[in-house]
Each structure stands twice: as C-alpha cells, then as structure tokens.
C-alpha cells in the first residue's frame, strides 16, 4: 500500500482509537465506519474484528484496519468512494472547495489552511476549476 494511502488510514484510526491504545473497540470500529456512512451494529462490528483476525483481547489493530477498508467488492468500493465524496462535498456544488475541504480535514483532526486546501486541490484538479469533481476524487484517491 502506498505511503499516502497509510496516513489517511492512520488519521481516521487514530481519530476513533479514543482510549489511544493503539487498537479499537467493537463501539470504536462501529462510530468510525458510521462516520463515512456504513452503519455497522455492535454485533457486525464485533464479527467485523473477529473475521479480520483479531487477538485475544478481540480488538482490531491497525494493519487489520486497513484489510478491513480494503476488503470487499469493486461495487463496494465505488459505493464507498461515492459515499466519501459526499463527506467532503459538504456546499451543495457536486465538488470538493478548499472551504468543504477544510472542514472535513478538522473532523478528522488535521487542521490546514483554506490556502493549504487550495494547493492540496491543485494537486488532482484536472480542469483546473479550482475544485474537485468526483473523476479528479477518484484519482486523487487512487494515488
């Protein structure tokens, strides 16, 4: 997996890991995936971390974190693409703005200015609109 790809999964662990232990709860596993929009219940998230292969203590780390995004179908996959987009598609416009850029990137704990959002949309802005449409998403985040 790519180097990027493990920080964007390691700021969304590290932001529902709540007790820091460095592994998450069934309840923890459960806010994170209801977070990009796959509402899990307590006991799917509990077979979730037993399928993944948990330890003893029936925790999920973070390398078993990453198979369990990873995991599943190509229409899953694009289901959760679209589902993420929307998440960072927060003004209405069909486009990720450095403003909703902005304000998801805090949800997850990283603060950035609307300038640090401009040039991370400059990056995969195709048209150079100065947004992201979804097709610029999907390869941003293919990256």
Known sequence: MEN???QQYQRVFDCFDENKDGKLSPAELQRCMASIGDDLSLEE??????????????LLGFEEFVRL???????DKARDLKEAFSMYEMDGCG???PKSLKRMLSRL???RTIDDCKNMIAHYDLN???????????????C
């Open 4 to 6: 990027k790809n493990w």
């Open 45 to 58: 998230a509990q077979e979730a971390i037993l399928r993944m292969g948990s330890g003893p203590d029936g």
């Open 69 to 75: 995004l990873e995991d599943g179908s190509d229409e």
């Open 95 to 97: 486009c990720i703005t």
């Open 109 to 111: 704990g990283e603060s």
């Open 128 to 142: 150079g609109d100065g947004l992201l449409n979804f097709d610029e998403f999907k390869v941003m985040m293919s």
